[in-house]
């Protein structure tokens, strides 16, 4: 595909039968085998992404932690060195810029792991936030580093025998520098799919060898795994995608993301406009609803209810885990209550729809 | 010549396949339409005795990422409907040529049939 960027992994998706697509600018695998059996393997043993498309960017400097607090709505001074936090980052009218994980290494070193879509943007952005005088220095480390998760309940047991980290001592969202399969790597208890499992950023040069050791390791209890199984499992565990249930013109608390925006930390660019859309109440949200009929609802397609439009879907599948189709959308608030009724126009006709609990999985603990 | 492109059916270059027996002909979609879409999770088809229009849309077939349109490769009447692709739209990936199948079709203009490409046709127009 002329154009797009290609991840230092490339090389390996033929071998494994990958279907490539663009997304964020990128040629990607949206799968190898079957999005289905992908996904399967993630919920049951385990599964390997090549998500280096995402960008790093590295932030440095006595001023670093108090300049990325200035972008993000979660509270940085929480952070502790071998913590990852994630937070929304928003525009002064509260919209959101990106939602990204911040790594903090250490007082005066950070990481924040930003959408591949959005990595110009956010370069910018960040950027042009940063005054003269600030002592702060940012790199974009995003071509140099790649970035594999390894996710399901065997991750653990299949990545074990391969770095000397003791991982049961891990926590979620925790992460060390150690190293995998003899190769410097950033081990991260982190994911995108509702299952335990890491995160590994290892250099460009070294992520076919970590890629393929994996494999070996996990022989037939790890499948390699596309985009389209990434996004049928955080849909199911009811994670945002950037571009779906998060824009410019969503801002985090209609997404559901009130936990991660801390008004009374910062001051951070967008707090006055989201303290004022809190006080204010609401006028739209994300919800998670399952279709009751026949059907996929899809991006964009209209939501009904009281016979007029309360909104659109941001995201729907056919849920493989619980065999149904399910769904996020951007309705009015008045709609958002657990139970109420909304139909999706498909195709231009009406398919029943209700609003239900979210995540529509979760994992047993 | 592939197995995957039976010699003795007609093909659109919308990767429909026709089987014809008589006046009636099966359609279903090939076994490249089905590779290239993925998991198949959903087959939405029009009901017996509503009438097909050759080249226009009659029914959609959506896997886990995209959302398909099927194009009538005949015009004429549906007489049979595969109902079991509703609780099983996996067959369409299993067994393209067989279990499925789509739709029944009595044809109203059997001429329409040249339009279509034989077995070598299509495998030199998924080639291209």
Redesign the interface.
């Known amino acids: 595909m002329a154009g797009l960027k290609r991840t230092p992994l490339y090389p390996v998706y033929e071998r494994y039968g990958a ?1 490539t697509v663009d997304f964020g600018g990128f040629e990607m695998p ?2 190898f085998s ?3 059996a992908e996904h399967e393997a993630v919920r049951t043993s385990a599964g390997l992404f090549d998500v280096s498309h995402m960008g790093e960017f590295e932030v440095t400097g006595a001023g670093a932690r108090a300049f990325l607090q200035r972008l993000v709505t979660n509270d940085l001074s929480r952070l502790e060195p071998g913590s990852a936090m994630y937070s929304p980052m928003t525009y002064e009218h509260g919209g959101t810029v990106d939602d990204l994980l911040v790594y903090c290494f250490s007082d005066t070193r950070f990481w924040t792991v930003v959408n591949a879509g959005n990595i110009h943007k956010d370069w910018e952005w960040m950027n042009a936030a940063l005054r003269a005088d600030e002592p702060v220095s940012l790199v974009n480390r995003s071509d140099e580093i790649a970035l594999l998760a390894l996710q399901g309940p065997k991750a653990q047991a299949i990545l074990q025998p391969l770095t000397p980290l003791a991982l049961a001592e891990l926590p979620y969202y925790r992460f060390a520098e150690a190293t995998v399969v003899g190769h410097p790597a950033v081990v991260s208890r982190t994911g995108y799919t509702g299952e335990d499992g890491f995160e590994l950023y290892v250099g460009a040069k070294d992520a076919e060898d970590v890629w393929q050791r994996i494999l070996d390791q996990g022989q037939d209890t790890v499948k390699p795994c596309g985009l ?1 199984a990434r ?2 499992l955080r849909l199911e565990a009811r994670l945002p995608l950037y571009g779906h249930e998060l824009t410019d013109d969503v801002n985090p608390l209609e997404a559901g993301l009130g936990p991660f925006v801390k008004l009374e930390a910062g001051p951070f660019i967008g707090r006055a406009a989201l303290a004022q859309a809190k006080a204010d109440g609401l006028k739209r949200r994300i919800v998670g609803f399952r279709l009751l009929e ?3 609802p ?1 991006q964009g397609y209209p939501v009904w209810a009281d016979g007029r439009v309360v909104g659109q879907v941001t995201s729907g ?2 849920s ?1 885990t619980l065999h149904e189709p399910i769904g996020l959308a951007l309705v009015d608030a008045a709609f958002a209550k657990v139970g109420t009724a909304l139909s999706v126009e498909i ?1 231009g006709r009406q398919s029943a729809a209700e609003v239900v609990k979210t995540p529509f999985y979760r994992r047993a603990k | 010549m592939s197995s995957n492109i039976p010699a003795d059916l007609k093909y659109s270059k919308e990767h429909e396949w026709v089987r014809v027996e008589g006046n009636r002909a099966t359609i279903g979609i090939t076994h490249f339409a089905q590779d290239e879409l993925g998991d198949i999770v959903f087959v939405e088809l029009p009901e017996t005795g509503q009438e097909l229009t050759a080249n226009s849309t009659f029914g959609t077939v959506e896997s886990v990422k995209t959302v398909s349109d099927l194009f009538a490769p005949v015009s004429g009447r549906i007489v049979e409907v595969n109902q079991a692709l509703a609780d099983a739209p996996e067959q369409v990936n299993q067994d393209p040529y067989g279990a499925g199948w789509m739709v029944v079709v009595e044809m109203s203009n059997p001429g329409e049939l040249d339009e279509l490409l034989d077995a070598a046709g299509y495998a030199q127009h998924t080639a291209e």
Do not use: A, N
């Open positions: 279907k949206v799968q079957s999005i289905l389209g996004d049928t026949r059907g996929i899809r599948t056919m493989p195709r």
